[in-house]
């Protein structure tokens, strides 16, 4: 199976801020990447896939880079609703796998 | 609007099985893959896996093979996902989600509790 290292673990940031978040695949998985934001008691929700197509309705400040066995997502301009668990998922080769998650907190 | 609305909490004794269910609405159900993932208590993602409503053809994580099972019934745009044999380690919350590359929509989740 593909290994998904994700990092930071936990990151704090003001809002407006920008913050970046990584994911690292064991073997090159292409552009085959999604990322997803996980909030309390809301649907968890499609941010990126195909490591940098914006999902439709996803705000402009999320952006996704990468290829092969390195993926980055930035949220620009952070606002206070961006707070929460962020994954990121190889969607390249079956089982599909996911990173270890990053918590994003504001400050 | 897609809409995916998963059955209630289950509590459930050592060794039984459960059955949950994932409720479509907003789009043409037999045109998506749905995706069944596990998120234990304080941990990531597991994909599970996935089944096509249309032809019923499944994909699965290999470590759920023989756990988990899938189907769907079309006529009320429903999929299910049973799951035996239960023990601690399959206390979790199970969503599904309606996948085209990426799960796209997914359901608010389903937490079981497997406890005598």
């Known amino acids: 199976d593909v290994q998904m290292t994700q990092s930071p673990y936990n990151l704090a940031a003001s809002p407006g801020e920008s913050v970046s978040i990584n994911c690292k695949a064991s073997?090159?998985?292409?552009?085959?990447l999604a990322w997803y934001q996980q909030k309390p008691g809301k649907a968890n929700k499609l941010l990126i896939y195909d490591g940098s197509t914006l999902q439709s309705g996803i705000p402009s400040r999320f952006s996704g880079s990468g290829s092969g066995t390195d993926f980055t997502l930035t949220i620009r301009s952070l606002e206070p609703e961006d707070f929460g668990l962020y994954y990121c998922q190889q969607h390249n080769e079956y089982p599909f796998t996911f990173g270890s998650g990053t918590k994003l907190e504001i400050k | 609007q897609v809409k995916l609305l998963q059955s209630g909490a289950a509590l459930v004794k050592p060794g039984a099985s459960v059955k949950m269910s994932c409720k479509a609405s907003g789009y043409t159900f037999t045109d998506y893959w749905v995706s069944w993932v596990k998120q234990s208590h304080g941990k990531s993602l597991e994909w599970i896996g996935e089944?096509?409503?249309?032809?019923?053809?499944?994909n699965f994580n290999e470590k759920f093979k023989g756990k988990a099972t899938l189907t769907v019934d079309k006529s009320t745009s429903t999929a299910y996902m049973e799951l035996s044999r239960l023990t601690s380690e399959d206390s979790a919350i199970y969503y599904c989600?309606?996948?085209?590359?990426?799960?796209?929509?997914w359901g608010q989740g389903v937490m079981v509790t497997v406890s005598s």
């Open positions: 073997k090159s998985i292409s552009k085959y």
């Open positions: 089944i096509y409503p249309n032809s019923g053809a499944t």
């Open positions: 989600g309606r996948t085209t590359v990426a799960v796209d929509y």
